[in-house]
Nanobody
Framework: VQLQASGGGLVQTGGSLSLSCVAS????????????MAWFRQAPGKEREAVAA????????FYPASTKGRFTVSRDNGKNTLYLQMSSLFPEDSGIYYC???????????????????WGQGTQVTVSS
């Protein structure tokens, strides 16, 4: 499975930004709808942290306290695509944003990077003050 994230850029504090992640290399035994998906971010000198996750069918979501109410994760299984809508952005939201996929797992909503099997290359998000 390959993941390609896009949509990063430079935005001012309080602004909004949308990210997308397209999955490829899927098979009939492992379609997109079998993968839980998540967005993580990593700032320089900091550990990778989860910012949102979504279950296979999209019925369940996870947000840490830092992004809850500001970020919205969604997916379109027909388009093999994951989305992240970010609003009310702060400079602390800056970092490289990665999309990740987990095979059938009951740990998709733990925020633990180790629960995810596939990773995209990342897209830079910079929020200026």
């Amino acid at each position: 499975v390959q993941l390609q994230a896009s949509g990063g850029g430079l935005v001012q504090t309080g602004g909004s930004l949308s990210l997308s992640c397209v999955a490829s290399g899927l098979t009939s035994e492992q379609p997109f709808s079998y993968l839980a998906m998540a967005w993580f971010r990593q700032a320089p000198g900091k550990e990778r942290e989860a910012v949102a996750a979504i279950s296979w069918a999209g019925s369940g979501t996870f947000y840490p306290a830092s992004t809850k109410g500001r970020f919205t994760v969604s997916r379109d299984n027909g388009k093999n695509t994951l989305y992240l809508q970010m609003s009310s952005l702060f400079p602390e939201d800056s970092g490289i944003y990665y999309c990740a996929a987990a095979k059938l797992s009951d740990r998709w909503n733990t925020g633990d990077p180790a629960s995810y099997d596939y990773w995209g290359q990342g897209t830079q998000v910079t929020v200026s003050s």
